[in-house]
Every structure is written in C-alpha cells, then in structure tokens.
C-alpha cells in the first residue's frame, strides 16, 4: 500500500527512537529463553521497522552509506504551493502490509503492557518500567501518521514523479493544496499534540 510520508524531521526522529526499545525488549525477552510469542511479535516488528526505515525520505540524507535501487526513497522533486511557495514535501512510499501488521501488532502488545502497570489507588506509588509508557505514546503516534489515508488526488499528482537525473518541480493546484494543508496539519495533531510549543513549532514547518 502507498502512504505519503513527509520530509519532516519530527517524524523521523519519532520513528528512529524506536529501535533502541524494541532491541531492549527483544533482548529481555531472549534472555528469558522461553521462546515466547512475545519475542516473535517483537522480533517481527522490529524486521519490520528496518523495512520501513530504509524506505523513509530521511533515511538516505541522514546516512552516509548508500541504499540499494529497491529501498530507495521517491525524492527527485520539491513541492511549491500555488504562489510558488516551497512547501515540505511528502513522498509516495509502498510499505508492505505485512509490516505494518507486525508493527501495530507490537504496539498492541506494549498497550497491554502498559494497562498490567497502570497504577490504582492502594498502589499510588507504584511505577511503570522506565520509558515503557512514552515508548507507547511515541509508537502510537507513529503509527497512527503511516496510517493516515492519503488524499487520492495528492497521491495520484505524486506517485508519478520518480527519481530524477535532477531535481523536478512539482506545483500543486488550490485543490490540491488545500488537501495538502489539510493533510499535514493532520500530521502534525498526531506527532505534536499534547505540547503546545511542539504543536507550534512544528507547524511553522508548514507554513
């Protein structure tokens, strides 16, 4: 399946903070040698977080090391707004639907997790492990923006423009660019909200 991922540095460093937890919980859970269905959910998800990972327009900027033809991201061109503005881009990837199964998968995991933790009031001063909720709240939100359908008539203006010898510039219409603001801002609710200056630090990236 297509989704539209943005050029957005939020996003990135959401999804990249996700492997070091996934590798610790792997790791416990190895460690245990019980061969559980826990550790292959979780083994699972993190083979599926790599696939992602190489695949996100970031990933090649932010990495020396080159990737192969078939990971590589759909970059190639900026994105202006009718006035000629540059906006941030958002690029046309095919993630698998095995993957992303495996990942919300694992997530559902960690919310179950979490509830077993989840203090009540004789226990008032009982502590969940360390990082385990804001790994969930993290994982959610990333989760939830690979998720996001995207406008069709975005997609479809997109999906076309592949990588070129050189940089190509893509001009939206005012339909388009409205379903552009519509989307990121959507985008930027699930990754900021909750902080009002992230909110609005992060949506000055749009703007």
């Known amino acids: 399946m297509y989704v539209l991922v943005p050029d957005d540095p939020v996003f990135f460093a959401k999804f990249q903070s996700l492997e070091e937890p996934l590798l610790r919980h792997l790791?416990?859970?190895?460690?245990?040698?019980?061969?559980?269905?826990?550790?292959?959910?979780?083994?699972?998800?993190?083979d599926s977080w790599v696939q992602v990972l190489l695949k996100l327009p970031l990933w090649s900027r932010w990495h020396s090391e080159e990737t192969s033809a078939d990971h590589a991201p759909a970059e190639g061109f900026t994105l202006r707004s009718v006035r000629g503005d540059q906006l941030t881009s958002l690029y046309p990837i095919e993630l698998a639907t095995v993957d992303l199964g495996r990942l919300a998968a694992c997530l559902d995991l960690f919310v179950e997790a979490d509830k077993l933790w989840r203090p009540i009031p004789e226990q008032a001063c009982a502590?969940?492990?360390?990082?385990?909720?804001?790994?969930?709240d993290v994982f959610r939100r990333v989760m939830e923006v690979l998720l996001l359908p995207p406008p069709q008539g975005l997609l479809g203006t997109l999906r076309p423009v592949g990588p070129q010898g050189s940089v190509v510039s893509v001009t939206l219409a005012a339909d388009q660019e409205t379903e552009y603001r519509r989307f990121c801002e959507e985008i930027v609710t699930i990754l900021s909200s909750g902080d009002t200056f992230a909110y609005r630090s992060h949506r000055a990236m749009y703007l």
């Open 27 to 46: 790791y416990r859970l190895h460690s245990a040698g019980l061969g559980s269905d826990e550790e292959r959910v979780v083994s699972d998800a993190y």
């Open 127 to 136: 502590e969940p492990p360390d990082r385990e909720e804001s790994l969930t």
